[in-house]
């Protein structure tokens, strides 16, 4: 593994995060344990029928792209714990688990602790709004999360590509949540009770003109950066370029975990692979939001069983009722 960023190669992995807010990691995960995660996401999600939650904090069915991926991201896979579902999470899990990630975030951070993991994404041809994690997610006391963008597949020139802003790690926002507002929208960045903070940020570049950092990565690579620091994704030019990959953001022990107003209460915690992880019964959630389809898929079922005794039993007489 070696570091890198804008100013080239890292050589002091350390003190290059704690002034920049970001740093890329190279050759970090293993294909092995890429595979098994991509593998089973191609096999049981893109065909699925089902709805998952969303990074617009909605249960939805996959939105298919015309080159054949999902734009709606997944939002806390890591969270299912029973059937594919659940073996999909296992396979996140054990791969955001590994040594070294977990050795990075503890030497970019100074941090000699273990990290608990809060919130996972999954992205395959979505594209994501410049924001700060902090409005939405961060450490409490704030400014101590840490979030991975981990490379799946190789990212080229001409696709989209995770990005930052140097530097902008320094920009305070001084937006409010906007707590008249629905809290849905269309953009899954700007649900309404945080669109004070997206126009915020949106004023700032256009003002300030930073230059975007984007670079092409290779499958096993890890875009680490801080809360602060403006990010995103950028679609790239060849709409036929997708981007597997997970998101999975940390926050050290020690600290509570909340965003830039509050603490948020998480009551739940689980523990496999060495990593403790937020949970949520998932589970439980996509059962009841599944409801319908797992009636139909039992009619389904129960119709070709009945097919199958009626042609065995046609030669008797007997129907099966």
């Known amino acids: 593994m070696f570091f890198f960023g804008h100013l080239g190669e890292i050589t ?20 092995q344990a890429i595979n098994s995660v991509v593998d089973l996401y191609r096999t049981h999600i893109i065909p699925s029928k089902r709805k998952y939650f969303r990074q617009g904090s909605r249960w939805e069915r996959n939105q298919m792209t015309l080159n054949g991926g999902v734009s709606n991201a997944l939002l806390n896979p890591h969270s299912y ?16 688990s590994t040594s070294a990630v977990r050795q990075t975030l503890s030497l970019i951070s100074g941090k000699p602790v273990d990290f608990t993991l809060y919130q996972t994404m999954f992205f395959d041809h979505a594209t994501t709004e410049p924001h700060q994690d902090w409005c939405y997610l961060d450490s409490r006391p704030n400014g101590h999360l840490i979030a991975g963008w981990m490379a799946l597949q190789d990212i080229l020139p001409e696709g989209i590509r995770f990005y930052v802003y140097p530097g902008t790690h320094r920009f305070v926002p001084h937006a409010t949540y906007n707590q008249d507002a629905d809290f ?36 096993g690579d890890i875009f680490f950066w801080g809360s602060r620091i403006i990010h995103g994704s950028t679609p790239g ?24 107003e509050r603490d948020i209460i998480v009551p739940y915690y689980r523990e496999r ?48 009722s």
């Open 184 to 219: 849905y929208d269309p953009s899954p960045i700007s649900f309404g009770i945080f669109k004070n903070f997206a126009n915020e940020i949106r004023d700032y570049l256009a003002s300030e003109r930073p230059e975007m950092y984007a670079p092409p990565l290779q499958k």
């Open 273 to 320: 692979y060495g990593l403790r992880y937020a949970y949520v019964d998932m589970d439980n959630y996509s059962k009841k939001q599944n409801r319908g389809l797992v009636s139909r898929s039992a009619r389904r079922l129960a119709g070709r069983v009945k097919r199958r005794l009626n042609a065995m039993w046609a030669g008797s007489g007997t129907e099966a």
């Open 237 to 260: 030019t060849d709409p036929r370029l997708r981007r597997l990959s997970i998101a999975a953001h940390f926050v050290p022990d020690g600290f509570r975990f909340g965003n830039l």
């Open 12 to 31: 002091d992995p350390q003190q290059f995060f704690r002034e920049q807010e970001y740093i890329v990691c190279r050759g970090a995960l293993v294909d």
């Open 81 to 96: 714990e029973r059937g594919s579902d659940g073996r999909f999470a296992d396979r996140i899990l054990k791969l955001v």
